[in-house]
């Protein structure tokens, strides 16, 4: 829960729980939306179904103007949230795996997970599958280390990178996340598909 704990406004005990709270509307989110369906999953990346778009578009919005929002009226300090270091060639070469894995598979780690809790057999070849992989990558480490931080780039964030204030970027991002829906909304009735 981020600042929460580093400030002791919550004990570390509920932290735990309000995560394991937030973990399970997340996954019941997921399932109502259809996210354990790996059909409309990849639809995505068809044409025929945008929901994922839409969803994760709207959540990243959210989350953004909540946490603008939040730090305009003082109520977080947005130097102690986390950001990961970005290291460019292993982000790009590890999304291209994923990428080619979600469109394969139908599923990316949260949703396969999503689909294994109502008893999607496919998902738990898709977990099995991320299981190896994570093997794989940690066995051979020493292979690709160099790769993995190449490009480091230390944790910029997209303003500072186009160098706006948060605000123009919660604005453009905004415009970008309607067109999206735009063009989304054309492309389901473009290619449409019969229920699946």
């Known amino acids: 829960m981020g600042p929460l704990i580093v400030n002791e406004i919550i004990p570390e005990g509920l932290n735990l729980f309000l995560a394991f709270v937030i973990g399970i509307g997340f996954g019941f989110v997921l399932e109502s939306s259809g996210f354990s369906s790996s059909r409309k999953l990849a639809g995505m990346f068809y044409g ?25 009226f003082g109520w977080i300090d947005l130097s102690l949230v986390y950001i990961n270091p970005t290291f460019m060639t292993s982000a790009i070469v590890g999304g291209a795996i994923m990428g080619a894995g979600f469109i394969l598979g139908g599923y990316c780690p949260g949703t396969s997970f999503c689909a294994l809790s109502i008893g999607k057999l496919d998902a738990l070849a898709f977990i099995g599958g991320l299981f190896i992989g994570v093997f794989i990558f940690a066995e051979g480490y020493p292979l690709w280390e160099t790769m993995y931080k190449a490009n480091n780039m230390g944790a910029p964030t997209m303003n500072t990178i186009l160098g706006v204030s948060r605000g123009v970027f919660a604005f453009l991002l905004i415009i970008v996340a309607l067109a999206m829906f735009v063009v989304g909304e054309w492309s389901e009735k473009k290619f449409p598909r019969d229920e699946y």
Request: hydrophobic content about 65%; cysteine-free; charged content about 10%.
């Open 48 to 72: 025929y179904d945008t929901t994922v778009l839409k969803v994760f578009f709207t959540a990243a919005i959210t989350a953004m103007l909540g946490l603008l929002f939040f730090s305009l």
